[in-house]
T-cell receptor, first 113, second 112 residues
Framework: LAKTTQPISMDSYEGQEVNITCSHN???????ITWYQQFPSQGPRFIIQ???TKVTNEVASLFIPADRKSSTLSLPRVSLSDTAVYYC??????????????FGKGTSLLVTP | DVKVTQSSRYLVKRTGEKVFLECVQD?????MFWYRQDPGLGLRLIYF???????EKGDIPEGYSVSREKKERFSLILESASTNQTSMYLC???????????FGPGTRLTVT
């Protein structure tokens, strides 16, 4: 599985746009990029997934350049409730057998007033 | 909505006890996972299973075993609990061929 690198922590003020970048230099052709959000004392929650270019949903946008060696999670106008740890994962779908997703340490985002 | 439940939110056990953590999912998922999460270390995979009675070791299987007798249930067993197994334990599941995992609420285990 491709190794990912993300900043350990980020700080932001309420109302700002936050961009968290993840590096995955050895991403494979059939790998997807998935981001999760985790609040304290809860399990991670799926935010967004993409393969290339741009994906947007009601929570976030995901930007993936043409070479796919990095990706950026964009959170528009963050609020205090966006304070959480954000994980970037890169993995292939595997229709024949199980696979293991390996979460790293994630990026701890702190939003302050 | 996908629902993954874990048998306990908080558990306190003594060193040397045998501990069972149970996870149940209601979406007919093939794959199920057990992670532990510790401050500064992120999520680490203990074991996963891609079918009934099938299991694969993750990154940190030592001191743990698992059981999957039914598709919806995946149990994590600590044969002889030790204090270094004090942690948050998270169960997850997903369909085969999918890369999105659905997590349970977690069990915070304290071994004294």
């Amino acid at each position: 599985l491709a190794k990912t690198t993300q900043p350990i922590s980020m700080d932001s003020y309420e109302g700002q746009e936050v961009n968290i970048t993840c590096s995955h230099n050895n991403i494979a052709t059939n790998d997807y990029i998935t981001w999760y959000q985790q609040f304290p004392s809860q399990g991670p929650r799926f935010i967004i997934q993409g393969y290339k270019t741009k994906v947007t949903n009601e929570v976030a946008s995901l930007f993936i350049p043409a070479d796919r060696k990095s990706s950026t999670l964009s959170l528009p106008r963050v609020s205090l409730s966006d304070t959480a740890v954000y994980y970037c994962l890169v993995a292939p779908p595997d229709s024949n057998s199980g696979y293991a997703l390996n979460f790293g340490k994630g990026t701890s985002l702190l939003v302050t007033p | 909505d996908v629902k993954v439940t874990q048998s306990s939110r908080y558990l306190v056990k003594r060193t040397g006890e045998k501990v069972f953590l149970e996870c149940v999912q209601d979406m007919d998922h093939e794959n199920m996972f057990w992670y532990r999460q510790d401050p500064g270390l992120g999520l680490r995979l203990i074991y996963f299973s891609y079918d009934v009675k099938m299991k694969e070791k993750g990154d940190i299987p030592e001191g743990y075993s698992v059981s999957r007798e039914k598709k919806e249930r995946f149990s994590l067993i600590l044969e002889s609990a030790s204090t270094n197994q004090t942690s948050m334990y998270l169960c997850a599941s997903t369909w085969s061929g999918r890369t999105v995992e659905y997590f349970g609420p977690g069990t915070r285990l304290t071994v004294t």
